[in-house]
């Protein structure tokens, strides 16, 4: 005997509570899964960036902010790539054979064009910020110096290829973030070819 209840009204009352508890879990998991995501500063801040290297003289720096690290974009004279050639003797590391920068700136200049260079400004040492020291042969770096970045932190010296000098206490070069040209006079920082870094 059914004793006067309503099997089909059950059902109804249950789908129905069922289908309202799915919801409200929902508007509770909604929130909870979204304060997981990165924000949308954290996701700026790992994004490419575009350098625009249209107005930069010969010999000239520009600094940019790459995942909130100092990234150097150097646009190097005919004289200061020639004596790239002449500091190997002096350099730890010269033909690049630590991994610190992507394959295709494996090259002497550490560059996709020779002409411009760019670098993480960070020591290789305990993470310091070099100084640009783009001047030659100063009294407190000596004759043999060609232009490059010295850390005042622990002394030490880098090309402008940002290639560690022998004796200094980075143990590597400076590091080369995967980038490429998008135009004649953009550089875009951390995509290449391959992606996004």
């Known amino acids: 005997m059914s004793d006067g209840v309503d099997h089909s009204k059950r059902r109804t009352l249950t789908i129905a509570a069922g289908a309202m508890g799915g919801v409200g879990g929902a508007f509770v998991a909604v929130p909870f899964v979204s304060s997981m995501l990165p924000s949308a500063k954290a996701q700026a801040a790992g994004a490419p960036v575009e350098v625009d290297v249209s107005r930069m003289e010969p010999g000239q720096r520009i600094t940019t902010e790459w995942r909130g690290k100092p990234v150097w974009v150097v646009r190097r004279t ?8 002449k500091l190997v003797p002096l350099l730890r590391d010269p033909n690049s054979e630590l991994p610190m920068q992507p394959d295709y700136t494996e090259n002497a200049y550490r560059s996709i064009r020779d002409e411009y260079v760019v670098l993480v400004g960070i020591c290789t040492h305990l993470g310091c910020s070099p100084t640009f020291r783009p001047e030659v042969a100063p009294a407190d770096l000596g004759e043999e110096w060609l232009g490059g970045f010295f850390c005042p932190c622990h002394g030490s010296k880098f090309d402008l290829a940002g290639r560690v000098y022998n004796g200094a206490p980075a143990p590597k070069n400076l ?7 998008i135009s004649d006079s953009v550089i875009l920082v951390g995509a290449d070819d391959q992606g996004v870094a």
């Open 175 to 181: 590091e080369v973030p995967r980038h490429k040209f």
């Open 78 to 85: 005919k004289e200061q790539l020639e004596g790239l050639d």
